[in-house]
């Protein structure tokens, strides 16, 4: 296991590795058990919280050892992967590809139970899943849910605004020619196999994975992340978008590549200003949601 910078970081690593091997061993223990996925779902959200302090080296092998579990879980139980939040409910019925409706959508939710805190309630998480052509509007049904993920996200606007305060880490899987929306949290976000998109959002850490031609209008406190990723442009949160007070100085500029060990700047990304989302912002600030007018805006 690779040495933080510092020994607080060392040891705040080790001992997160530790808790990391004992929770992969008795999930692989007890793999069969129904309540084994929610278990992974935690345990992926407890590694976003370790960014900050975990070298790179545990940062990639944690990420593939999540992987491996993952891929246990759905392999030895795939009938009840298929109902949890491995595979997303469908928050309501799919119009044809051709067609774009607007939805003002209260986000499905599922409970999450904590491993480490047996005595605990269920956490319920915000799920939305294989949308296309749509303007979602996502609307507070006031529950405490803390995390968000989205998967199979394509030709679309989500607007994640009115249900930030609620989110603690949010979570895209496979999302093109989209854009998505979301005030500033106290939290974790991780971006896997987005293409021809734009991201507004402010956060803790930021981590971008398999991701090309994305644009990323951040505040985010910590370095962002990107691995196996190209073509990624990086702006401060406009202002006008939602101010931020009293926050700690935002590192959108100071990106760490994971696949570019050279001194020299890495080639897979660069800085944009942010008045070039003024004109988008119009758009998506339009009451009548013109969603084919906004998303000629995403990079190609």
């Not at 949308?131 to 998967?151: F, G, H, K, P, Y």
Request: charged residues 20%; proline residues 6%.
């Amino acid at each position: 296991m690779a040495s933080a910078g510092s020994s607080a970081n060392a040891n705040a690593a080790a001992k997160f590795w530790d808790y990391f091997q004992a929770e992969k061993t008795q999930i692989t223990a007890h793999v069969a058990q129904n309540d084994v996925q929610n278990r992974v779902r935690e345990l992926d959200s407890k590694v976003r919280e370790a960014l900050i302090y975990l070298p790179a080296y545990d940062q990639k092998q944690l990420t593939k050892e999540l992987d491996g579990l993952r891929a246990l879980v759905q392999k030895s139980n795939p009938a009840s992967s298929r109902n949890t939040g491995f595979r997303f409910k469908t928050a309501t019925a799919r119009p044809s590809v051709a067609k774009q409706t607007v939805e003002e959508i209260v986000p499905v939710t599922e409970p999450v139970t904590n491993p480490t805190d047996h005595g605990s309630a269920p956490t319920p998480s915000i799920l939305f899943s294989k949308i296309a052509n749509q303007w979602i509007v996502a609307t507070s049904n006031d529950n405490d849910a803390t995390d968000c993920e989205l998967r199979d996200i394509s030709h679309c606007v989500v607007d994640l605004r009115a249900v930030s305060h609620h989110i603690r880490a949010l979570n895209c899987h496979r999302m093109k020619d989209s854009i998505v929306i979301c005030h500033p949290f106290a939290g974790s976000a991780t971006i896997r196999d987005a293409q021809n998109s734009i991201v507004i959002l402010g956060v803790q850490q930021l981590r971008f994975e398999g991701c090309k031609d994305v644009d990323v209008y951040t505040h985010c406190t910590s370095h962002p992340v990107i691995e196996r990723s190209t073509s990624m442009r990086f702006s401060p949160y406009p202002a006008f978008v939602h101010s931020i007070e009293n926050s700690q100085p935002s590192l959108h500029d100071k990106i760490e590549d994971f696949n570019w060990l050279r001194r020299q700047h890495s080639p897979n990304w660069t800085l944009i200003d942010p008045e070039t989302l003024h004109v988008l912002w119009k758009l998506l600030e339009d009451p009548k949601h013109p969603l084919h007018d906004a998303l000629t805006h995403v990079p190609q």
